[in-house]
């Protein structure tokens, strides 16, 4: 009889993804939380609907994953939430003076891995939906495991060793975060090195760790080659067949392994509100 037994995992039928039901993510018994991350690990990104989280309740539940990790410079320069600096918001919605509420506005977030540009990037992100437009602004992940099990061999001798540049100056809407410039040569851009192929610490598996698209750099290729090679890494990557998209529903909550899948959100009408609160974990030095 498995631990916890009124826990359903369903998988999504593509190439990650699964939903959980029978949870309430403010009561969880210890192996019903064990069956929730073995779901993580097993399908890279779960989706837990119809939970109505306090920002505590939020901060409590990605605490079970483990410590959290505060977000990156937001561009406002300061926390949204002056009570919740380790909430990161993401929305459109803007105060009476006009200052944004959150990251990302209304646009298409392009395909990226949250903070790769940091030494020591988060393991996992906790989104939960608190405001969904009636149409768009749905979420894409793609499985990096199966990208990097499938990469052509021609493609795996080039990057296979190299380190990777992942800029920090721009997010992935395309906004420039407050402190930074632009960038004339992508080979000094602001940011972490990491390898461009790593190694899950929990699974033990290969998977592609790509972050951005915009300012990468491959370190040892020439610039031209650098480009050429990304931009077939990136279209391999980001196919259909390894990808996943959620449609949001309010009360939706999240969880993915940011260390082997790429994500990605699509644009909605600028005059409908979107609001989503998320964490992010500590993850370690991508090797
Ligand atoms: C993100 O890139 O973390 C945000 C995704 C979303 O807004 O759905």
Known sequence: MPAAPSIEVLPSGKALGAEIKGVDLTRLSPDAFERIRQAYHDHLVILIRDQDLSDPELIAFGKRFGELEPPGMSIIGKPYLDDYPDVLVISNLKSGDGTPLGNLGDGEAIWHTDMSYRETPVSAAILHAWEIPPRGGDTSFANQYRAYDTLPH?????????????????????????????????????????????THPVTGRKCLYLGRRRNGCILGLCLEDSEATLDRLWAHASQPSFAWTHRWREGDVLVWDNRCVLHRRDGFDPASRRMMHRVQIKGERPA
């Open 154 to 198: 021609d493609l795996h001798a080039k990057i296979e060793g190299r380190l990777m540049v992942h800029d920090e100056t721009y997010n992935s809407a395309g906004q420039m975060r407050k402190g930074f410039e632009e960038v004339a040569d992508p080979r000094e851009a602001p940011g972490a090195r990491h390898p461009v192929v790593r």
